[in-house]
């Protein structure tokens, strides 16, 4: 086959995955169902044929709905136009990548769950930056949250870390916002609609400005509308994305902490932002780090946390930071080259009474020098 013939024998393959994309009632795991079936041309010849339904497993992916989405799939299918939609696409600058071939993004090729069709906008070659982290958390962020994530996009652009979010409103909207106030800052931005529908409305200035500094992703067709079963879907590619997940301020329950699970299950670093007691924006990430996640003070503690600057986050340290003197550095001392130890046995080890030695550690905690999980205490 020519390259030419070859050209046109791919772009028919994904012309078919965009127009499969875009039918009703389609979601990745159907979508996915249909591609480890078929390639994108006989899926397409088998939703025309109303066949698609008869294979196991696209029976499963579409459970109980499965009469009433044959219908719909059916029906679409006999007035629409793979080529056209494919042209629609590219029109608008955004690029199709079908996983397994050559140009699908590596960053999220091997992820357990990748979008079996992918589109984005932007530069590419942005989702290859060194370094990428999530910074994510609540719509109905405080205004402490809203500079928190402003300044932690900020600090970490300005370091070279690639700025990952869902261009929300509250912190996701702060964090891009602030990674592009630095000349050269990369933001990502993975969103649940399709690339051409911001989400909000009040926040299209920011996809723009995202779009021509770094990059856009989404596994949704273009003219997709924000549905909300789109957003728990996107939270996966977010946590595949990020080589450590920041939430700046959480509920208890919501997409951050949905976004926090996907993470685990891919074994990502969460950290957390500690907040208030009395906030309910707080409830999650206060809760995160009563679990033992790391907490975040700034972008140094994120930049150790990747293994970026040690050096840095030593020099800022004393700066902020006086050497403990007295007590406190006789409790320091004790975890040089030792594994983590209980209140009792450093209140023995440095000869000081347990409330002495409580008080002690609680100055060392809050002034980073010393971490708390659970019963145990340990250097940072």
Not at 6 to 14: I, M
Not at 61 to 84: F, K, Q
Not at 203 to 232: K, T, Y
Request: contains cysteine.
């Amino acid at each position: 086959m020519s390259a030419r013939a070859s050209a046109r024998a791919d772009d028919h393959e994904r012309a078919c995955a965009v127009a499969l994309s875009e039918l009703p009632m389609m979601g990745p795991g159907r979508l996915r169902a249909l591609l480890d079936r078929w390639s994108p041309s006989a899926a397409w010849r088998a939703v025309l044929a109303d066949r698609a339904g008869d294979d196991p497993r696209v029976a499963v992916a579409c459970g109980t709905d499965l009469v009433r989405v044959r219908a719909h799939w059916a029906r679409a299918a006999a007035r629409a136009d793979p080529s056209a939609s494919l042209a629609r696409t590219r029109d608008l600058g955004i690029a199709v990548h079908l996983l397994g071939e050559a140009a699908y993004p590596p960053e999220l090729a091997d992820d357990v769950e990748a979008p079996v069709v992918c589109f984005v906008f932007g530069d590419e070659a942005k989702l290859s930056a060194a370094a990428r982290v999530a910074v994510i958390g609540t719509r109905s962020a405080t205004a402490a949250g809203l500079q928190t994530a402003r300044q932690l996009g900020r600090d970490l652009a300005d370091a070279g870390v690639a700025v990952v979010s869902g261009l929300a409103r509250g912190i996701d909207g702060a964090a891009h916002a602030g990674a592009l106030a630095v000349d050269g800052g990369v933001p990502i931005g993975v969103v649940g609609s399709g690339l051409d529908v911001p989400y909000p409305r009040a926040n299209a200035s920011l996809w723009a400005a995202v779009a021509r500094s770094g990059v856009l992703l989404s596994e949704a067709p273009p003219g997709a509308p924000p549905s909300a079963w789109r957003f728990p879907a996107r939270n996966r590619m977010i946590a595949a994305l990020a080589d450590v997940v920041v939430v700046v301020e959480s509920r208890a329950s919501g997409g951050s902490m949905l976004t926090v699970k996907e993470a685990i299950v891919r074994g990502r670093q969460v950290m957390a932002v500690p907040g208030s007691v009395a906030s309910p924006a707080s409830d999650g990430t206060n809760q995160l780090i009563y679990e033992g996640c790391c907490p975040v003070r700034d972008a140094l503690d994120v930049l150790v946390a990747l293994g970026l600057s040690t050096a840095t986050r030593d020099r800022g340290a004393s700066r902020r930071r006086p050497r403990p003197a007295g007590d406190d550095a006789r409790v320091l001392d004790l975890f040089a080259g030792r594994d983590p130890l209980d209140v009792e046995t450093v209140a023995r080890l440095a000869g000081l009474s347990l409330a002495e030695t409580a008080l002690a550690l609680d100055r060392l905690t809050s002034s980073g020098f010393v971490e708390r999980n659970g019963a145990w205490w340990q250097a940072r």
